[in-house]
C-alpha cells in the first residue's frame, strides 16, 4: 500500500517537471505566446511556481507574452509581480496598459503606486489621452472622485454626467461648473437645476460671472422652468438677452413680472431695438409715444393698426390718422381695417382731393361690407336680446303668481309684530309684496295724489326697485 502511494507522488512531480521542461523548450524555441499560455495548465494554482515563471519571462523580456494568463483570483500572486508587468506596458505600450487596468480587479496591485507612476509618465506627454483616461479609472477606483471628474471633463469624456450623478459628486464641481458648461451647456445645465438643493443658483451665477455668455444660458433655463425663482437676476438677464439672445427679449419682458421697466428701455433704446421699446413704452402707459414709433421707424402700418386696436384708445386712431393722411400706403391700410374700430368718415373726410390711393375701390368696397356685417351683427345681437327679455319676463310672472304661505311665524317687516292676530276673532289687514315682505295695512304710508300705489318700503330704501303689491288679506 506504501508503495503504491508513493508511486503515485513519483507520477506527479515527474508530470509537473515534464510540464515545466516543456515550457523551458518553448522558451527557448521563442514560441513565447505557447509557452505562457501553456503555464495556466501546468502551473495550476501554484502561486510560487507562477511568479517563479512570471520572473523567468521578466529576463527574456517577455513580460507582455505572460500577462494574458496571470491568474486573477485563485491564486493570487504578491502585487509587486501584476506591478511589475503594468510597469512594463507602461514604458512600452499604452494601450496595452490601459487594457490591463480596465481587465485586472484593482485590489491585485498598489493603486498609489500605480497612480504615480502614470503620474510621472504625464510629465513627459501631458496631452496623451489614453493615459489621462486610465489614470481617471484609477482615480475612480481609488475613489478619489474629485481628480477623476477634473481628467474627464478635460477629456470632455461622455461618461462625465453619469459619474457626477453615481458618485453624487456635487459638491467637487462647484467649482468646475464653467468646465462642465464648456463640454455640454444643455446638459449642464438641466443638472445643476435638478439639483438646486445641492448648488444654489448663487453659486452657480457666481461661478459663471465671468463667462456671460454661459450665464445667459443657465438664467434662461431657469425662467423658462420657473418665471419667479431667478426674479432677483431679471435686471442683469435684460442685458443678457440683449447681447446674446435678441429674439428671446421680448417674450422675456412679456412673462417677467420683476423687470425693471426703466432699466429695460434704457438698454433698449441704447441698442436701438424699436419693438422691444415699443411694448415697453406701451406697458409703462406712454402708448402715444409707442405708436409714433411704431410708425416713424418701423413704417408698418399694419403692426400700427394691431397696437391701435389692442390698446382700444381713440386719441391713438386720432393720432395714427394723422400721420397717415399724406401717406397713400397707410391710408390704404387704414381704410381696410378701421371700419371695425373707428367711423371710416373721420379718415375719408380727411383725404385731399387729387390724392391717388392705391386700391381705393376695394378698400371702400371693404368698409362697405364691414358696415353691413356690423349692421347684421347688432341686429341678431337685439333679437337674441329682445328674446332673452320675454323669456326672463314670462319666468318672473310665473314665479310671482305663485302662492305665498302667511302664518304666525311671519312678522310685519315695518312694526315686526306678528303678521296675524293672536285672537283669530279679531279683524286684519295684510299686504303682501312680489318681493315676499310682509306689512300691516295699517303699518304703510297712505296712498296719495302724488303716489297712488303702495310699494314694499324695504326695497325701495335698498333701491332694489319699488315692488307693487301682490296680495292684500282682509278679515
Given amino acids: 500500500m506504501a508503495a503504491e502511494i508513493s508511486q503515485k507522488n513519483i507520477k506527479r512531480h515527474k508530470i509537473l517537471d515534464i510540464g515545466l521542461a516543456y515550457i523551458n523548450h518553448l522558451v527557448e524555441k521563442g514560441e513565447y505566446d505557447i509557452a505562457a499560455r501553456k503555464c495556466q495548465r501546468i502551473l495550476g494554482k501554484n502561486a510560487a511556481l507562477w511568479e517563479y515563471e512570471v520572473y523567468k519571462f521578466k529576463e ?59 503620474r510621472d509618465h504625464l510629465k513627459k506627454d501631458s496631452q496623451n489621452r489614453t493615459l489621462l483616461q486610465t489614470l481617471a479609472e484609477l482615480y475612480t477606483y481609488d475613489k478619489n472622485y474629485g481628480n477623476a471628474l477634473e481628467i474627464y471633463l478635460t477629456l470632455r469624456h461622455k461618461d462625465v454626467f453619469q459619474l457626477i450623478h453615481k458618485h453624487n459628486l456635487f459638491s467637487s464641481i462647484k467649482d468646475k461648473i464653467v468646465l462642465l458648461m464648456d463640454f455640454d451647456s444643455e446638459k449642464a445645465v438641466d443638472m445643476l437645476l435638478d439639483n438646486e438643493d445641492k ?85 409703462m402707459g406712454n402708448s402715444r409715444s409707442a405708436l409714433k414709433m411704431i410708425m416713424e421707424e418701423l413704417h408698418d402700418v399694419d403692426k400700427a393698426i394691431e397696437f391701435a386696436k389692442e390698446q382700444d384708445d381713440g386719441e391713438l386712431w386720432e393720432d395714427l390718422i394723422l400721420y397717415s393722411i399724406d401717406k397713400p400706403p397707410f391710408i390704404t391700410g387704414l381704410l381696410n381695417n378701421i371700419g371695425t374700430h373707428v367711423d371710416p368718415i373721420l379718415l375719408i373726410h380727411r383725404i385731399k382731393e387729387g390724392m391717388e390711393i392705391p386700391n381705393l375701390r376695394d378698400s371702400l368696397v371693404k368698409i362697405l361690407q364691414d358696415y353691413n356685417l356690423q349692421i347684421l351683427l347688432r341686429e341678431g345681437c337685439k333679437k337674441i336680446l329682445v328674446a332673452d327679455s320675454l323669456s326672463l319676463l314670462k319666468k318672473m310672472h310665473r314665479t310671482q303668481m305663485k302662492g305665498i304661505l ?70
Fill in 60 to 118: 527574456i523580456g517577455q513580460l507582455k507574452a505572460i500577462s494574458p494568463y496571470l491568474p486573477r483570483g485563485d491564486p493570487v500572486l504578491k502585487p509587486l509581480i501584476y506591478e511589475m508587468i503594468l510597469h512594463e506596458f507602461l514604458e512600452t505600450d499604452y494601450e496595452g496598459f490601459a487594457t490591463l487596468i480596465r481587465e485586472w480587479p484593482g485590489d491585485l496591485y498598489n493603486n498609489s503606486v500605480i497612480v504615480q507612476a502614470v
Fill in 199 to 283: 448648488i444654489s443658483i448663487k453659486k452657480v451665477v457666481e461661478e459663471l460671472e465671468d463667462r456671460p455668455e454661459l450665464q445667459h444660458v443657465y438664467l434662461h433655463k431657469l425662467f423658462k422652468r420657473d418665471h419667479h425663482k431667478g426674479q432677483c437676476y431679471h435686471e442683469k438677464q435684460i442685458s443678457l438677452y440683449a447681447e446674446y439672445d435678441r429674439p428671446n427679449l421680448l417674450p422675456f419682458l412679456r412673462d417677467s413680472t420683476h423687470c425693471p421697466l426703466e432699466k429695460a428701455l434704457e438698454i433698449c433704446q441704447q441698442r436701438n431695438f424699436v419693438e422691444e421699446t415699443v411694448y415697453l413704452l406701451s406697458r
Fill in 406 to 475: 302667511v302664518d304666525e311665524e311671519n312678522i310685519c317687516e315695518s312694526c315686526l309684530s306678528p303678521i296675524l292676530p293672536s285672537d283669530a276673532a279679531k279683524p286684519f289687514s295684510v299686504v303682501v309684496f312680489h318681493c315676499r315682505h310682509m306689512f300691516h295695512k295699517e303699518c304703510l304710508p297712505v296712498p296719495s295724489m302724488t303716489s297712488p300705489a303702495q310699494f314694499c318700503n324695504i326695497c325701495s330704501a335698498k333701491h332694489r326697485g319699488p315692488g307693487s303689491a301682490i296680495l292684500e288679506m282682509k278679515k
